[in-house]
Protein backbone atom coordinates (compact mmCIF):
# COMPACT_ATOMS: atom_id res chain seq x y z
CA UNK A 1 0.00 0.00 0.00
CA UNK A 2 1.01 3.35 -0.80
CA UNK A 3 0.99 4.88 2.15
CA UNK A 4 1.48 8.32 0.98
CA UNK A 5 -1.78 8.23 -0.82
CA UNK A 6 -3.63 6.48 1.72
CA UNK A 7 -3.04 9.26 3.70
CA UNK A 8 -3.78 12.18 0.90
CA UNK A 9 -7.14 10.17 0.43
CA UNK A 10 -7.71 10.66 4.63
CA UNK A 11 -6.69 14.43 4.49
CA UNK A 12 -9.06 14.52 1.32
CA UNK A 13 -12.18 13.14 3.32
CA UNK A 14 -12.10 10.04 0.41
CA UNK A 15 -12.66 7.45 3.05
CA UNK A 16 -15.67 4.75 2.83
CA UNK A 17 -17.27 3.37 6.25
CA UNK A 18 -18.73 -0.16 5.90
CA UNK A 19 -21.92 -0.75 7.80
CA UNK A 20 -20.23 -4.05 9.56
CA UNK A 21 -17.34 -1.95 10.37
CA UNK A 22 -19.84 0.40 11.66
CA UNK A 23 -21.27 -1.78 13.66
CA UNK A 24 -18.44 -3.48 14.98
CA UNK A 25 -16.83 -0.29 16.22
CA UNK A 26 -20.67 0.77 18.01
CA UNK A 27 -20.23 -3.08 19.70
CA UNK A 28 -16.64 -2.07 20.52
CA UNK A 29 -17.30 1.39 21.87
CA UNK A 30 -14.41 2.60 18.95
CA UNK A 31 -15.34 6.19 17.99
CA UNK A 32 -14.74 6.98 14.65
CA UNK A 33 -12.68 9.89 14.92
CA UNK A 34 -10.67 7.71 16.65
CA UNK A 35 -9.94 5.55 13.92
CA UNK A 36 -9.23 8.92 11.68
CA UNK A 37 -6.18 9.40 14.08
CA UNK A 38 -4.93 5.83 14.19
CA UNK A 39 -5.13 5.93 10.50
CA UNK A 40 -3.32 9.43 10.05
CA UNK A 41 -0.91 8.92 12.84
CA UNK A 42 -0.06 5.66 14.40
CA UNK A 43 2.03 3.30 13.31
CA UNK A 44 2.24 0.83 9.46
CA UNK A 45 2.79 -2.27 11.37
CA UNK A 46 1.76 -4.78 8.45
CA UNK A 47 1.17 -4.94 5.19
CA UNK A 48 -0.97 -7.42 3.00
CA UNK A 49 -0.47 -6.68 -0.69
CA UNK A 50 -2.26 -9.42 -1.78
CA UNK A 51 -5.79 -9.08 -0.22
CA UNK A 52 -8.69 -8.41 -2.36
CA UNK A 53 -10.20 -6.05 -3.71
CA UNK A 54 -7.92 -4.09 -2.84
CA UNK A 55 -4.33 -3.55 -0.76
CA UNK A 56 -4.09 -3.45 2.87
CA UNK A 57 -2.60 -2.75 6.02
CA UNK A 58 -2.64 -3.29 9.62
CA UNK A 59 -1.79 0.08 11.75
CA UNK A 60 -1.74 0.54 15.71
CA UNK A 61 -2.19 3.66 17.19
CA UNK A 62 -3.98 4.69 21.02
CA UNK A 63 -6.87 6.42 22.02
CA UNK A 64 -5.90 7.49 25.49
CA UNK A 65 -4.07 4.93 27.01
CA UNK A 66 -6.60 2.26 24.79
CA UNK A 67 -4.52 0.83 22.03
CA UNK A 68 -6.11 -0.06 18.72
CA UNK A 69 -5.72 -1.90 15.15
CA UNK A 70 -7.31 -0.75 12.06
CA UNK A 71 -7.16 -2.78 8.86
CA UNK A 72 -7.61 -0.33 6.16
CA UNK A 73 -7.60 -0.63 2.23
CA UNK A 74 -6.45 1.94 0.19
CA UNK A 75 -8.19 1.97 -3.79
CA UNK A 76 -4.72 3.81 -5.38
CA UNK A 77 -7.06 4.73 -8.57
CA UNK A 78 -9.23 6.64 -6.85
CA UNK A 79 -7.85 7.05 -4.65
CA UNK A 80 -10.14 6.22 -2.20
CA UNK A 81 -9.72 4.36 1.89
CA UNK A 82 -11.57 1.79 3.00
CA UNK A 83 -11.70 1.18 6.81
CA UNK A 84 -12.25 -2.90 7.03
CA UNK A 85 -11.85 -3.47 11.15
CA UNK A 86 -11.22 -1.68 14.16
CA UNK A 87 -10.32 -3.54 17.56
CA UNK A 88 -8.69 -3.67 20.69
CA UNK A 89 -5.73 -5.89 20.29
CA UNK A 90 -5.42 -8.25 23.44
CA UNK A 91 -2.51 -10.21 24.55
CA UNK A 92 -3.75 -13.37 23.90
CA UNK A 93 -2.55 -12.53 20.52
CA UNK A 94 -0.26 -9.90 20.73
CA UNK A 95 2.86 -8.94 22.39
CA UNK A 96 2.79 -6.62 25.16
CA UNK A 97 4.00 -3.62 22.23
CA UNK A 98 0.70 -4.70 20.53
CA UNK A 99 2.50 -4.98 17.48
CA UNK A 100 4.21 -8.57 17.51
CA UNK A 101 1.97 -11.42 16.96
CA UNK A 102 2.55 -14.23 19.62
CA UNK A 103 3.41 -17.30 18.25
CA UNK A 104 1.15 -20.24 18.27
Known sequence: M??????????DGNIEWEIHVLERMAVRNIRR?????VLKSGDYIEDYPDDFPFPSALFLGWSGDRPLHIVAALNEAV??????TAYEPDLEHFEPD???????
Open 98 to 104: YRTRRKP
Open 79 to 84: PKAFVI
Open 2 to 11: DIARFKAALD
Open 33 to 37: DAVIQ
